[in-house]
């Protein structure tokens, strides 16, 4: 299986290098967001192999902007080394919210989340000297690869599948690694596996500041990409909280490919809802509600269980027809014998 998944994910890398050759700048931008939420969405998808259904991740998000923006309008950092300082940061957040929040269950840690994201947002808001206030940070504008930015949308395009393939890969070792089994035992049964002698509680700190540290690579990838962060826009429980979670719900949290499938799904056709409904507040999100009621009763495990679903009908009738054909070749060749 993890070869199959290696071999496929180097096909698909290859095709996805090209495509930049074949589009337009209009379908490149489109392209570059759906990739950046593909990615997003897989950061957010590792917290929940432990079953931590988080709705906080804009707070790690936000913080990669931040961080970023700070050191380089500042202190005249790098945006590279900004990058890699904004995972740290939002590594912190994550060890931040998940000390004392996993104690929650369910629900309840949801909640948290969402509680410690908007307190996050409201920091930003009112630490003026620093953030700039409601206003936000500018970044200006300064070609070159040295401080990842550029005129056209190519380079960022790579960039963020660069990111993205990082993010893929490491989802996937966590997966098939043992704390990945353990993970997902106690996401089933946490009781049972603690009993097993495992320290759940340990094992998702860990991954919840990995999902933390990749998501605010992104966070710190968009700030270069749009040249502005903001409170709204960055601290964003829409986009990057709930949008990543309905993502991999739909595709399928907790699995390897679920957040990925619901990530190039659902993304632009929330991106065209956003247009199309945008002076009907709220309504893009009662249409992603029936979606997500409706994937949830037909495919309580998403998109991926339904796929498993017709595959294994699929084999059952394959396996059903060459019994039925091996069958009527021994019924044929009795029947020839008495003859």
């Known amino acids: 299986m993890k070869r199959s998944y290696l071999i496929i ?57 931040y961080t970023m923006a700070i050191l380089l309008l500042d202190f005249g950092v790098n945006p590279w080394i900004g990058m890699l300082a904004g995972m740290v940061v939002a590594a912190g957040g994550g060890l931040l919210l998940s000390i004392p929040l996993l104690r929650l269950r369910g629900p309840f840690f949801t909640l948290a989340s969402i509680a410690f994201a908007e307190v996050i947002r409201l920091v930003a808001v009112y630490a003026r000297d620093f953030t700039g206030g409601s206003e936000g940070l500018t970044i200006p504008y300064a070609p070159g690869w040295l401080n990842m930015s550029f005129s056209d949308r190519e380079p960022y395009y790579y960039i963020v599948l660069g990111l993205t393939a990082i993010a893929v890969l490491v989802s996937v070792w966590i997966y098939y690694s043992r704390v990945g089994y353990q993970l ?76 990925i499938l619901g990530a190039v799904l659902m993304t632009p056709i929330g991106e065209y809802m956003r247009g199309a409904f945008a002076g009907q507040q709220g309504l893009n999100f009662m249409i992603y509600g029936v979606v997500l009621v409706g994937v949830v009763m037909l495919m309580p495990g998403g998109l991926v269980s339904g796929i498993e679903k017709l595959r294994a009908r699929f084999r059952r009738k394959r396996g059903a027809g060459r019994r039925t054909d091996t069958t009527a070749a021994l019924n044929e060749s009795r029947t020839e014998d008495r003859l």
């Open 184 to 259: 997902r035992a106690s996401g089933s049964d946490d009781e049972a596996t603690r009993a097993l002698g495992v320290n759940t509680a340990v094992l998702k700190v860990v991954a919840l500041v990995i999902s933390a540290a990749l998501t605010g690579a992104f966070g710190a990838f968009a700030a270069q990409y749009f040249f502005i962060v903001d409170p709204e826009t960055n601290f964003s429980l829409n986009l990057y909280s709930i949008q990543p979670a309905l993502n991999g719900i739909i595709g399928g949290a907790g699995t390897v490919l679920g957040p």
């Open 9 to 65: 994910g180097v096909v698909v890398l290859a095709l996805l290098a090209f495509l930049p050759l074949i589009i337009g700048q209009y379908l490149l931008n489109n392209a570059v967001l759906i990739v950046m939420f593909v990615g997003i969405t897989v950061a957010w998808n590792i917290a929940a192999f432990g079953g931590a259904l988080s709705l906080g991740h804009a707070a790690f998000f936000g913080l990669g902007s």
